[in-house]
């Protein structure tokens, strides 16, 4: 009698995979080892970079002058590394976060930095220069309105992204774009800080041109923009002479008020020629250039490492900008799209603009160099920012990286 043929179990279903639950999301130790993107060593080094650059400058910038009053003179710099070493490993974090997770907070991180930012209204609120922009809390000054930047590109690229169907009906352009974006540049504009406000507006503006709006749509923002600024200046003494300054070639009547600031900015960024003056030997830094280790940082750094240090600066912010469009190019998600165009039109255009100041084409507008300046609200915002950005380059399909390297090798 044949024997029957035993039957074989067949192999078993592959499991299926177990959705993410929550926010928490599991690393594997082969994840922490795989190659990443030629575009997130790219905005990560020249990140590091610039922000251990204007550690090395707040030092040089603020130790004179501390020293003569009779106070420490690493105090700044100590401050200012304690922002440094909380908004740098924050940037990493923020780059293991899954694009899903930065969709989930977009509209709660915009309620809750549009609250932050009402603080100054309230006896928290600290007015300084004509703004009233900062808040005190147990002795910690910060500007929510930094904060707010990155919010509101999250907000713009979530809102574009759901709507990316219907953006060629100008009416689902508007709403809810215009109005919600307009009310967060108001609570900035209501504090009389015109330089934030505008680097905002430019981030909107950035969100819908990488969204993909006709640009026929962008008239009228610009218009009510122009009509908005020119408002502005004329109900503003003050800032109507700053705005003037720009244009007064002769600054001999006026050189103690409106262009005092300005021309000892451009006397200290001349001042360098092309190799400097040495590392610590800044003339302008003992009180004579207000701000030296804030708006006008880029003056003390072309003084002392002159046109090469300068030239050093714009190299990294162009490696920032590179990377950061390249992200822009390659993604399919219109979501990582908006939201990393928008976030590099805020670094690199308030860069160009801080740059811009010092160079007087643009009148003080109290915008600061982005990971230089003085100022740890500003430091741990860009560099959080900068980590949405490396989250994003880790979402670039591996073809695309790997596909200069495979038709070089055929």
Not at 5 to 11: A, V
Not at 76 to 105: C, E, N, T
Not at 115 to 133: C, I, K, S, Y
Not at 334 to 339: D, W
Request: charged share 10%; glycine share 8%; net charge positive.
């Amino acid at each position: 009698m044949a024997t029957p043929t035993p039957i074989r179990p067949l192999p078993p279903e592959p499991d299926e995979p177990t959705p993410k639950r929550g926010l928490a999301a599991r690393v594997s130790l082969g994840s922490l080892f795989r190659p990443v993107a030629g575009e997130f060593l790219l905005i990560s080094s020249s990140a590091v970079l610039l922000t251990i650059f204007g550690l090395v400058m707040v030092l040089s910038a603020t130790s004179a002058t501390a020293t003569a009053a009779g106070q420490a003179p690493y105090d700044a710099v100590i401050k200012q590394a304690v922002f440094a070493a909380i908004g740098l490993p924050l940037m990493f974090i923020a780059s293991r976060l899954p694009v899903s997770f930065w969709k989930r907070i977009a509209w709660p991180a915009l309620i809750v930095t549009t609250a932050f930012q009402l603080l100054v209204f309230t006896p928290l609120g600290v007015e300084d220069g004509g703004n009233r922009n900062w808040i005190l809390i147990a002795g910690i000054q910060a500007q929510p309105s930094e904060f707010l930047k990155l919010a509101l590109a999250l907000w713009l690229g979530f809102i574009l992204f759901r709507k990316r169907t219907l953006l060629g009906d100008w009416r689902h352009v508007f709403i809810p774009v215009v109005p919600v974006a307009a009310a967060v540049i108001a609570t900035v504009l209501a504090g009389h800080d015109l330089g934030t406000a505008m680097v905002l507006f430019l981030l909107s503006l950035g969100a819908l041109f990488f969204s993909g709006v006709k640009l026929r749509v962008f008239v009228i923002p610009l218009l009510l923009a122009v009509v908005a600024v020119a408002a502005l200046a004329v109900t503003s003494p003050n800032r109507m002479e700053r705005i003037l300054s720009v244009f007064n070639t002769d600054c001999t009547a006026d050189y103690l008020s409106t262009c005092y600031q300005p021309l000892h900015g451009i006397w200290g960024l001349a001042g360098g020629g092309i190799f400097g003056l040495g590392l610590g030997n800044s003339k302008e830094k003992y009180e004579w250039l207000p701000a030296a280790s804030s708006d006008y940082i880029f003056a003390i750094v072309g003084e002392e490492l002159g046109l090469i240090g300068a030239i050093v600066v714009l190299g990294l912010f162009a490696i920032y900008a590179i990377g950061a469009f390249h992200i822009v190019r390659k993604t399919d998600d219109t979501f990582v799209r908006i939201v990393a165009g928008a976030i590099t039109v805020w670094i690199v255009g308030q860069a160009l603009i801080n740059i811009g100041v010092v160079l007087r084409l643009f009148p003080p507008l109290g915008v600061p160099l982005p990971f230089m300046s003085q100022g740890g609200t500003s430091l741990v915002s860009v560099l959080v920012a900068t980590g949405v950005l490396l989250a994003f380059a880790r979402t670039i399909p591996v073809t695309t990286r790997q596909a200069p390297r495979a038709a070089a090798r055929r």
